[in-house]
């Protein structure tokens, strides 16, 4: 029986081989962009008197160690063993993440900017004690002013408006709009400012959308407070995004990120009823809220996605506009096609606002493709947002891109659920969308041409900065 019972041990999984083995390009450019080799150069070129030389390798030791991501993704662990419908992957995601889920939410899904900035609007004015916002993107324009005008608007009736922005992605708000919020009475902070002292985390940005209102109700998802959301998608201006609102017990989380980046940059603790209130039950569904952050050393997005593709049994259906998969991202949805799995990612085609992100994005089709993986490139203008749909059950909308960026510099959220009705509609909504895309084909990606296979080697070496 003894031996019997040995023979039934788990392998230890560090002697498993490892997911995600990277080919010896990766290897140099890593190397390249790592910050020992460029130090060892600047000490030899200062030994052999060379000050220049030495200045330039010691500028770029200092470049790479402050660029460095500060999480890696798992290498071990990325096994198939039960299915997302079932016990086991409820508690893995709990447990892996640190969060547990809550019951008695209601939660909508909000699709452009038609449908999400008439609900987050007629939230703001319904607000009694607290507004807060954690925003990547507040750019001058329309929208940004009727928000500025409905905030304010608040603050002097009394409603505490605490606004939390990011220190480059909303450096073109306007001086008209802040001067709205200002002299109506909001409260303005800027996460990360570039600083002499601070200049060891400005790679790290909030990269969160959020809006809670009385800690009651929350918004979150790709859309930021800018003219490019509004309308429905309708032209190249005009981009498709999706929000969800949350009302119940996972507004807490949202609520939770935006209290201790606000805590970080202002030391002023956000506490009480006005912001942490009682939730009854607001609705049917279970949901699960991740804050993900590099500060942790591990993101929590990157384990969850990571955990529902490797338990995924029937399908996964990703939207993503900045598709930059790492090694074992690219190896676990490989195994998960080669399983049966019907994978299918749709990303932002020639209308997308980052060169990096495409250019990388489309050199790492290659492997995906060959393995029978559906690449869908959206077509009708810039598609924003970042959903996953897995085996019609198991759903998630968020703020987090599928790229190193979001997964190892960046402040993300994402809700997640468990709702075969909500997943439902996600995917009513991702074929409409599959509409207006094109599918790569695997011999048209082969017979790309120079220019563009140059385009994607420059990218390529800074691909852990997308």
């Known amino acids: 029986m003894k031996r019997r019972s040995r023979r039934r041990v788990t392998v230890d999984p560090l002697k498993r081989a490892p997911k995600g083995l990277a080919p010896f390009w990766t290897r140099g450019r890593r190397l390249l962009w790592s910050w020992w080799p460029w130090l060892l150069a600047c000490a030899f070129a200062l030994q052999q008197g060379e000050r220049w030389w030495a200045f330039g390798a010691g500028l770029m030791a200092t470049i790479s160690y402050l660029i460095a991501p500060v ?10 063993e039960f299915g997302v419908d079932s016990p086991e992957f409820l508690a893995t995601i709990a447990g892996a993440t640190g969060v547990t889920f ?31 916002i954690e925003a990547y993107i507040y750019w001058e324009g329309e929208i940004g002013r009727t928000f500025a005008r409905a905030l304010a608007e608040r603050a002097r009736a009394g409603v505490t408006v605490k606004i939390l922005l990011d220190a480059i992605g909303s450096n073109n708000i306007g001086a008209g709009i802040l001067e709205t919020l200002e002299s109506g009475g909001c409260q303005i902070a800027w996460y990360n400012p570039i600083k002499w002292y601070s200049i060891g985390r400005f790679n790290n940005r909030t990269h969160r959308k959020s809006l809670i209102i009385d800690g009651r109700v929350g918004f979150t998802g790709g859309a930021g ?26 507004v807490t989380p949202l609520q939770t990120g935006f209290a201790q980046n606000w805590l970080e940059r ?10 942490y209130p009682a939730h009854g039950p607001a609705g049917p569904h279970v949901a699960l809220t991740l804050m993900s952050s590099p500060v ?6 990157r384990t969850m996605y990571y955990l529902s593709i490797i338990c995924a049994r029937r399908t996964i259906w990703l939207a993503n506009p900045y598709f930059v998969p790492d090694p074992p ?10 399983r049966g799995v019907d994978v299918k990612i749709m990303v932002s085609g ?4 980052s060169w990096l992100s495409r250019q990388n994005s489309t050199r790492l089709y290659g492997r995906l493709l060959e393995a029978g993986v559906e690449i869908h490139e959206y077509q009708h203008t810039l598609l924003h947002h970042k959903t996953m749909m897995v085996d019609g059950v198991w759903g998630t909308v968020g703020t987090t891109n599928f790229d190193n960026r979001s997964f190892a510099h960046n402040e993300e959220s994402n809700v997640c659920f468990y709702d075969r009705t909500l997943v439902q ?9 599959l509409t207006s895309c094109v599918r790569v084909d695997v011999r048209a990606w082969r017979r790309r041409g120079a220019w563009a296979r140059g385009q994607e080697f420059v990218a390529a070496f800074l691909q852990e900065q997308v």
């Not at 809550?102 to 607290?130: C, H, K, W």
């Not at 020639?350 to 606002?353: A, E, G, R, V």
């Not at 509609?425 to 969308?433: G, L, N, S, V, Y």
Request: proline share 4%.
């Open 71 to 80: 999480e890696s993704p798992p290498r071990y662990g990325l096994d198939h």
């Open 102 to 132: 809550t019951r008695g939410n209601r939660i909508d899904l909000l699709n452009n900017g038609d449908e999400f900035y008439p609900s987050m609007l007629r939230e703001i004015v319904a607000a009694q004690s607290s507004i807060t």
């Open 225 to 250: 407070i800018a003219d490019q959301w509004l309308g429905h998608a309708q032209d190249k201006k005009h981009w498709r995004d999706v929000q969800v609102r949350v009302e119940g017990p996972a």
């Open 266 to 275: 202002t030391r002023e603790l956000v506490s009480g009823a006005a912001y």
């Open 296 to 301: 942790t050393g591990a993101s929590t997005v």
């Open 329 to 338: 991202a690219i190896d676990t949805l490989i195994e998960a096609k080669r």
């Open 350 to 353: 020639i209308d997308n606002d």
């Open 425 to 433: 509609q996600m995917e009513a909504t991702f074929r409409d969308d």
